[in-house]
């Protein structure tokens, strides 16, 4: 491999592999070059292994082939201190900082012997720009700022290698723009540093150059000045073969679902649903597509009313239900299935027990006057469910915990589908599911749409996503960026979308 570095490269890793104990090959021989003083983008999807690569140059895996050279020297990282003592550091997703404790007793925590003193990093705040109250406890602080104490803690630590994953995600637009005028100042300073992202525009915006990564590959490494969003998103998305489902023509009926104007907090404080509107009609599939974390998630749980808007209105067959919570939705025909079984089925429970949960309120069928369980009633759905949906259990009063994760979803599934709802809201359906099981539940839905019901799916799997919908957005950013035919857009155009363009600038030639 030729270097792109002018001096010799900071840090060099080659033909990466990694496969964990699950078998799972995140890694499949990655090549990976970081010069001194660039900031160097790492840009793929979910799932294409950026965490993965930098967890192993941070020292937090071990790669199971392969090797990583740092500042011209071979080195077998045992743990994340080894490679501090090099210079190398990782701000996580997921932050790591004391919540009790204050912004200074953060940084110094872990510096050992060798504490920095309070001026010193005074100095390296004036410096970097990175200005944070150090005497504030860090619960009390915003996520941005948070993020900046957790990058001094790295520079303190006397950092220059500094890897940071996916940094801007809960930032608001301008804590963004601060973020990337003091990542500017580190580079001048000499530091490199690595940009996790997802985003084209902002590894554009702030990057030297970009590595795309793509299913564990390297699909290109490329100098920023001379790229462009068409190029990164083409290395970025790839789609297999489509997929053939028998799906009779579009023939919707009346409006079933209609949403005006939502906005929706985040659970960090800062709006993940930013002013979306759409209508969903009977028969209809209408798709969600983007990576993850664009707001797909508290948009659903707002639609189902697990969370509550900050504006905007939903109504459901032409009333107004914005304010009803969820066992009201569920009696006016809304089925809801969520991404994480964890909130759909109560795991301590039975598979019998977990049957008429989201319906016990109000289905007759199950429940008497007097407000007992029918339960000859419960058991014989139970028992369909199981049967209909191939729900492998030792039995029907196994805990929903004992249950593989396929299994779980296959009765999460079951059960709401089973209902007979209007709307229903699916969220990542085949997660986890096998290939015949993705099928099952790819045809039942779109059995249900062409049965006259709405539904609402929830998907990063593209092939998904196109295959299934009659109409379709991308989110990014907690916004949409434009509605369409899934036969009218081109893998460019949805690859942009995903990377944050809205298809009117992408059609005006803006990009
Ligand atoms: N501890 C683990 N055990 C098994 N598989 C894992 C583990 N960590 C990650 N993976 C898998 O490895 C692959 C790469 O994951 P990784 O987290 O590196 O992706 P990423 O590019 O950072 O994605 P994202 O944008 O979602 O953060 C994925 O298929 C993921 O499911
Ligand atoms: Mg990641």
Redesign the pocket.
């Known amino acids: 491999m030729s270097s792109h570095c002018i001096d010799k490269p900071v840090v060099l890793m080659r033909d990466i592999v990694?496969v964990?104990?699950?078998g799972?090959?995140?890694?499949r021989g990655v090549d990976f070059e970081l010069c001194r003083g660039e900031i160097h983008g790492l840009l793929?999807?979910?799932?294409?292994?950026?965490?993965?690569?930098m967890?192993i140059l941070a020292g937090l895996?071990k790669p199971t082939r392969g090797e990583v050279i740092v500042k011209g020297r071979r080195v077998k990282f045992r743990n994340p201190t080894d490679a501090l003592r090099l210079g190398i550091g990782i701000v996580m997703?997921g932050l790591s900082l004391v919540p009790v404790f204050t912004a200074y007793e953060n940084i110094v925590l872990g510096s050992g012997h060798r504490k920095p003193s309070r001026e010193s990093i005074e100095k390296l705040m004036r410096e970097t720009g990175l200005i944070i109250p150090l005497d504030a406890v860090i619960e009390n602080l915003s996520f941005g700022v948070r993020q900046k104490v957790e990058i001094l803690k790295m520079l303190a630590l006397n950092v220059d290698i500094l890897i940071l994953?996916?940094p801007t995600t809960n930032l608001s637009p301008s804590e963004t723009r601060e973020l990337f005028k003091s990542l500017k100042k580190l580079r001048e300073s000499g530091k490199s540093i690595v940009f996790?992202s997802?985003k084209i525009r902002e590894v554009l915006e702030v990057t030297d150059r970009v590595t795309v990564?793509r299913k564990?590959r390297v699909m290109g490494s490329v100098e920023t000045q001379k790229t462009n969003p068409r190029e990164l998103a083409k290395m970025m998305v790839e789609r297999e073969v489509e997929l053939v489902i028998e799906k009779p023509p579009y023939n919707p009926g009346g409006v079933a679902l209609s949403v005006e104007d939502l906005e929706v907090m985040g659970d960090l404080g800062v709006p993940a649903v930013k002013g979306v509107s759409f209508s969903v009609n009977y028969g209809e599939i209408f798709g969600i597509a983007g990576?993850?974390?664009n707001g797909q998630i508290e948009l659903a749980e707002t639609l189902a009313g697990i969370r509550k808007p900050l504006r905007g209105r939903i109504v459901m067959n032409g009333d107004d239900i914005t304010k009803l919570d969820v066992s009201e939705r569920y009696k006016r025909g809304l089925a809801y299935i969520p991404e994480d079984r964890k909130v759909a089925l109560i795991m301590e429970f039975s598979v019998l027990e977990n049957t008429p949960l989201t319906e016990i309120s109000y289905n007759k069928e199950l429940v008497n006057r007097m407000g007992f369980m029918k339960i000859k009633r419960i058991l014989e759905k139970s028992m369909a469910i199981i049967e209909q949906y191939g729900v492998v259990t030792p039995s029907i009063y196994a805990p929903a915990r004992s249950l593989s994760g396929g299994n779980q979803q296959r009765l999460v599934v079951g059960r709401e589908l089973m209902k007979d709802p209007r709307v229903i809201i699916a969220v990542q359906p085949t997660r986890g599911l096998d290939v015949a099981a993705t099928e099952y539940v790819r045809n039942l839905l779109v059995k249900m749409r062409s049965s006259g019901k709405a539904v609402i799916l929830i998907s990063s799997d593209l092939d998904e996503i196109l295959g299934l919908s009659d109409r379709f957005t991308v989110m990014y950013n907690g916004r949409f960026m434009g509605i369409l035919e899934p036969d009218k857009v081109t893998d460019e155009e949805l690859g942009l979308m995903m990377g944050g363009y809205t298809y009117e600038e992408i059609k005006a030639r803006k990009v």
């Open positions: 990694k964990f104990p699950d799972t090959i995140a890694l793929g999807e979910n799932g294409a292994g950026k965490t993965t690569l967890k895996l997703q994953d996916e996790i997802h990564l564990g990576v993850e974390g």
